[in-house]
């Protein structure tokens, strides 16, 4: 009898300092509140000794927009601030910032160690491209930290998502950091589904972390973007090694949209927090719902870093529930990728189980076909259990 219930759930702690770095900001032209959008490829110079004290590192100041851009920095620096890390990197995509991270670290001839049910493009990056380098990686089983620090020796890097995709199971991650530095090698965490307000992994000895900003730091579905934050001397490594050269840059007018999107994480985490954990709470009473997968719930394994949990979890039907019918009755929830924003979701592993895309995670890491996920939004939470109890109700047999 899988066990349902939530697991002695905490008042959510948002990061109330968080609240104040994110909305105190200052320093701007004409005392202006918000950062000016520098929609400008270039950076000129009063003379030549500022030219030369920029060209031979003396002076940081942005030259080109490839590098440096203010409007980004100031993403960049609202992060850092966030994870608790001494600096922070801003890209194009979470998938520009996973991929020159561990491009930073790794060479020829080394062995990745990565947990499974990880985010399915970063799953296609170990097994596809990085093979092609000459970089092995293996896949071990997040939620037994014996099982990971035995596997650690030998190993360049640790990646690690918690909680992880699609079934929401964690790492112990004191553990784990603590074992990885024993060895010496690098840690690098994807930390998109809790955002810096409900899990800080730089504080708990991860030595680097990722988001896909694309979804709650962003929080408005308008903006694809990613960053990574660690110590000063490993983001320098991604600036010289890597960042120049795959070239994948933050637009200035996303780096603003992303430090907008951020005066309000705090609260809106707290929101999802609440209102995911109620839907959670009714759907695991559900005679319909096999079993709930929620980082809240005591069936999932090790959530002692989190302070809090987010909107996304997912759900396994019973038997006899047809899950096409459910997605296609569902209204408040729309059927779509990603998540993070205001808006709630539905996304079923069975279309994920059948995509083209090859390897796939789901299908490797034997993601059930009746598991469901869900994001649950901004919307009122009594709302959106409406939609899901009638749903729910036309799609069994
Ligand atoms: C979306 C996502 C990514 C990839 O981010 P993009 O911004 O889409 O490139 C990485 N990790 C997780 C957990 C994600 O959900």
Redesign the pocket.
């Known amino acids: 009898m899988p066990d349902n219930s939530p697991d002695g759930v905490a008042d959510p702690q948002p990061d109330f300092a968080a609240a104040t770095l994110l909305t105190r900001d200052d320093g701007f032209p004409f005392g202006a509140v918000v950062p000016p959008i520098y929609q400008s490829s270039l950076f000129t110079f009063e003379d030549y000794a500022a030219l030369e004290d920029a060209f031979a590192g003396r002076v940081r100041r942005p030259i080109y927009s490839r590098g440096d851009n203010p409007t980004v920095m100031e993403f960049e620096r609202l992060v850092a601030g966030l994870e608790g890390a001494e600096a922070a990197r801003g890209f194009a995509?979470?998938?520009?910032a996973?991929s020159a991270t561990v491009l930073s670290q790794a060479e020829a001839g080394d062995r990745i160690l990565c947990v499974r049910h990880v985010?399915p493009?970063?799953y296609r990056l170990f097994r596809r491209l990085l093979p092609r380098f000459g970089i092995a990686v293996d896949f071990v089983d997040g939620t037994d930290p014996d099982a990971v620090v035995r596997a650690l020796p030998g190993a360049k890097l640790l990646y690690l998502?918690s909680p992880a995709?699609w079934v929401f199971d964690m790492q112990d991650l004191p553990v784990i950091a603590a074992a990885a530095r024993d060895e010496g090698v690098v840690t690098v965490i994807?930390n998109?589904?809790a955002s810096p307000v409900f899990q800080q992994p730089i504080r708990h000895g991860v030595d680097m972390v990722v988001h896909?900003?694309?979804?709650y730091l962003s929080g408005h579905s308008d903006t694809?973007?990613?960053v990574v934050a660690g110590r000063r001397d490993l983001i320098d490594r991604v600036n010289e090694l890597t960042y120049p050269y795959l070239g994948g840059k933050l637009s200035p007018f996303e780096g603003w949209l992303l430090v907008r999107g951020m005066r309000t994480l705090p609260f809106r985490m707290r929101r999802h927090n609440d209102s995911g954990l109620e839907i959670a709470r009714r759907l695991a009473d559900h005679p319909a719902v096999e079993r709930v997968l929620h980082p809240a719930f005591s069936n999932q394994k090790g959530r002692a870093t989190l302070n809090g949990f987010s909107g996304l979890f997912s759900f396994e039907v019973a038997g006899g529930v047809d899950v096409k019918r459910l997605v296609d009755a569902l209204k408040l929830f729309r059927i779509g990728v990603?998540?993070g924003g205001h808006e709630s979701l539905v996304m079923p592993a069975l279309a994920t189980l059948r995509q083209a895309a090859e390897p796939n995670s789901a299908a490797d890491f034997g993601v059930s076909p009746r598991i469901v996920r869900l994001h649950v939004g901004l919307e009122e939470p009594e709302d959106l259990w409406a939609d899901l109890a009638r749903a729910l109700e036309r799609a069994t047999t």
């Open positions: 995509s979470g998938m520009a996973i985010y493009d970063a998502e995709s994807d998109s589904y896909s900003a694309s979804k694809v973007a990613g990603s998540w």
